[in-house]
């Protein structure tokens, strides 16, 4: 079984930028599809982006695209997600997911790696 750890969240003024990194341990993530997801107080898990298990293809929520990028280092087994141009309601907690298979969508379900979140809190 794989562990993922999140890292990288913090306090930043809006507009800035901060850089999430998610590292894998035990059994490898190289083959297998990453997410990002986020959740803010009182409200569900919503997903926020993806890469496929090759790197060759990437998928967003429409409320980041243009701003967040992700990534990955397999040689490192680290998924990244540069966030720029943060507004208010990027706030939350951030996770890591890994999937079951090199291909991912925008469902939480297909996901069934989790890592432990990553708070993340934009001031005005």
């Known amino acids: 079984q794989a562990q993922l750890v999140e890292s990288g969240g913090g306090l930043v003024q809006a507009g800035g930028s901060l850089r999430l990194s998610c590292a894998a341990s035990g059994r490898t993530i190289n083959n297998r599809a990453m997410a990002w997801f986020r959740q803010a107080p009182g409200e569900e898990r919503k997903f926020v982006a993806l890469?496929?298990?090759?790197?060759?293809?990437?998928d967003y929520a429409d409320s980041v695209k243009a701003r967040f990028t992700i990534s990955r280092d397999n040689a490192k087994s680290t998924t990244y997600l540069q966030m720029n141009s943060l507004q208010l309601d990027d706030t939350g907690v951030y996770y890591c997911a890994a999937a079951p298979a090199a291909w991912g969508t925008r469902g939480r379900d297909h996901y069934n790696t989790w890592g432990q979140g990553t708070q993340v809190t934009v001031s005005s």
């Open positions: 890469i496929f298990g090759s790197g060759a293809y990437t």
